[in-house]
């Protein structure tokens, strides 16, 4: 899969339904036939997987040793409220309610991609982050990718 690329403003309907955008709809051809897998995300986000990245993600996660404690933790809150997703006839998909409520999401959403998964952030949520940006973004780039890698740009 080659990496999703955009930013696009949504709105939910009053059922949670998000119709997906074309844009991103043709970023993900398979999604039709496949679907999709929506999760919790490490902040107060959600995040939308291909059917087959969600795979990837799990079968990296059946790797670890289920024998320690942390790695269960981990297992059990990363896939808490995984849900399969599918495209209806108009382009939609169903977010669910409980997903939504952790979020905190209304009726106003972002659709941020980030490489192989789409994070769905509320509106205010996702500026107010943005918002935060470091005062010097440069030198959070140099302590990220610096560190003897070499990179254009």
């Excluded at 981990?74 to 599918?86: D, H, N, V």
């Excluded at 382009?91 to 994070?119: M, T, W």
Aim: glycine share 8%; proline share 3%.
């Amino acid at each position: 899969m080659s990496h999703l690329i955009g930013e696009f403003d949504c709105k939910l309907d009053a059922k949670g339904r998000l119709m997906v955008p074309s844009g991103l709809k043709k970023q993900l051809p398979a999604a039709d036939a496949e679907g999709l897998v929506i999760n919790r995300g490490f902040e107060k986000h959600l995040v939308i997987y291909s059917k087959a990245e969600w795979d990837k993600v799990t079968a990296e996660l059946a790797q670890l040793n289920q024998y320690e404690e942390k790695n269960r933790k981990f297992i059990r809150y990363f896939t808490r409220g995984a849900t399969e997703l599918s495209l209806d006839a108009s382009g939609r998909v169903l977010l669910p309610k409980s997903l939504l409520e952790y979020a905190g999401i209304g009726a106003e959403v972002v659709l941020s991609c980030q490489f192989n998964k789409i994070e769905v952030w509320a509106k205010d949520a996702y500026d107010a982050q943005l918002d935060d940006e470091p005062e010097n973004f440069s030198s959070l780039a140099e302590e990220v990718m610096g560190k003897g890698r070499r990179i254009d740009g």
